[in-house]
């Protein structure tokens, strides 16, 4: 682009206008009738008008903008418009002064016509064409938001605010196009250039996805069903829960029936009152949680006419033995014994029938002969699931087997018996050992400090006071520890 402060000098012009008749004549400086500025700018152009002297009268001229409200025309020396004399030459240079918020094309132009000839003359005209940009001004968005949701790219764009024109771009990842596609979070700039200026901007994109149910729990107590559900954490978004019975929305407010209790972020758990008497044992629980990236529903779960006393179990040889006892039973088709190496992702490994309906304590035992083939890990965790003739399901709490407890030093189980912790564990010789619980944010709640002996061993540890939600429990002595996770509902 051509720009900038025109220098005025008094020099011979040639001829560039097209004549009515050869007495006057216009000329410009510079010599190309198209000039470049940006807006804002100041900058000075000339004119040079000319009398021949070849009728005997003088030449009017009048120099003009065709906006003045934008490109407005300053007088230097000689005025914008007037009379040069017969036989005479004026040069007249004034200054245009363009707005900021000038763009686009604009017309200065000189007329010049015979002071005194009549009707009969005939005007002649020479004109500057303005071609006026501006700096570029932008806003960086993404689309349709800044923000990534399970790995999907999305598009940046710098979009032109300001009507800027003849403009290049640079990312910071060297791409050169008005848009570009990521698909990574992170910090991402533009600079958008021309002859005028820049301007340079920068967006934070965000990575998340949609919640994803990492566990849940379903148990009866007495007349309550408890439903505690866990998501996997979504990253910087923060997530809302709605719990539904069937299809119909229960309001998060406590009441007679229902208690909802959001424990951290990315654990929620429901409460329903009265199972048994208001008509709640079959309907079907669950809840939704959703963030910027969308939303999951969790399993249904269903209250169902089982009271399980206790759920326990141990290592003994190269078996796990399970037991459990139920003290009613209602409906009850079967018990299906599920096995997990993680803690999270639970399979079935074999089915007891129930007793259909029972008012009296029955007991219940299984053998998982299965575990030599998983010696290579820790521990393994076992759940009971149980279903009635419906089809209606709940979970038992979960408990944790250590698979070298009995060779060596660890954890057998911990299982949550009432308000009570019942502990399991053994130790390869007799000496001092410390157990503690903390929840998830390191907060101590218990510290015992006991003295155990050689092999099999069983603690108490009182949990009546313990808020709802996940806690580590740890067993260590002076040479080595273990931690296993365990939930109050």
Not at 70 to 84: I, K, R
Not at 314 to 326: G, I
Request: glycine share 8%.
């Amino acid at each position: 682009m051509k720009r900038g402060l025109l220098v005025l000098a008094f020099f011979f012009f040639g001829a560039l206008g097209l004549f009515a008749q050869v007495d006057y004549q216009i000329s410009q400086q510079p010599n190309d009738n198209e000039v470049f500025a940006c807006a804002g700018e100041t900058f000075t152009l000339l004119f040079r008008v000319r009398d021949v002297g070849t009728n005997g009268f003088p030449t009017q001229y009048s120099i003009t903008s065709s906006n003045p409200g934008e490109v407005a025309l300053v007088q230097l020396d000689e005025p914008l418009s007037g009379v040069v004399n017969n036989g005479v030459q004026r040069l007249i240079a004034f200054q245009v002064v363009v707005a900021p918020n000038a763009l686009g094309p604009y017309q200065i132009t000189c007329v010049a016509n015979c002071a005194g000839c009549g009707p009969t003359s005939q005007p002649v005209d020479l004109s500057f064409f303005l071609e006026v940009n501006t700096q570029p001004n932008i806003a960086l968005e993404g689309i349709p938001e800044p923000e990534i949701c399970n790995g999907n790219p999305i598009t940046l764009e710098a979009f032109l605010e300001n009507g800027a024109y003849d403009v290049d771009y640079l990312w910071s990842t060297n791409e050169i196009t008005p848009s570009i596609s990521v698909n990574t979070g992170g910090q991402y700039q533009v600079k958008v250039e021309n002859a005028c200026g820049f301007d340079i901007e920068t967006l934070i994109v965000l990575e998340g996805s949609t919640p994803e149910v990492e566990y849940q729990d379903c148990v009866i107590e007495g007349s309550d069903l408890i439903i505690v559900v866990s998501f996997l954490d979504p990253g910087d978004y923060p997530m809302t829960f709605q719990w539904f019975e069937n299809n119909d929305l229960i309001v998060d407010q406590p009441t007679d029936d229902y208690e909802i209790l959001q424990i951290t972020p990315t654990l929620i758990q429901l409460i329903v009152h009265n199972i048994f008497t208001n008509g709640h044992d079959q309907s079907l629980f669950r809840v939704r949680a959703a963030n910027q990236c969308g939303q999951t529903i969790s399993e249904g779960c269903m209250a169902v006419p089982i009271e399980l006393i206790y759920f326990a179990g141990k290592l003994e040889n190269d078996a796990v033995m399970l037991q459990w006892a139920t003290a009613s039973e209602l409906n009850n088709e079967l018990f299906t014994i599920e096995r997990s190496e993680d803690g999270e992702r639970f399979l079935p490994i074999g089915t007891l029938p129930g007793a259909g309906d029972s008012y009296e304590q029955l007991n219940y035992s299984f053998a998982d002969h299965a575990v030599a083939e998983l010696a290579s890990l820790p521990t393994v965790y076992y759940r009971l699931k149980q279903t009635d003739y419906d089809g209606a399901f709940s979970y038992s709490n979960v408990v944790v087997i250590t698979l070298d407890g009995v060779k060596d030093f660890g954890i057998i189980s911990a299982t949550l018996d009432g308000a009570n912790l019942q502990l399991q564990y053994h130790l390869p010789a007799d000496g001092g050992i410390d157990i503690q619980v903390f929840d998830l944010n390191g907060r101590l709640y218990r510290n015992v400090s006991t003295l155990g002996v050689e092999g099999f061993n069983q603690q108490g540890i009182s949990a009546d006071d313990l808020p709802a939600g996940m806690y580590l429990l740890r067993l260590q002595d002076r040479q080595r520890q273990e931690t296993v996770k365990f939930v109050i509902p």
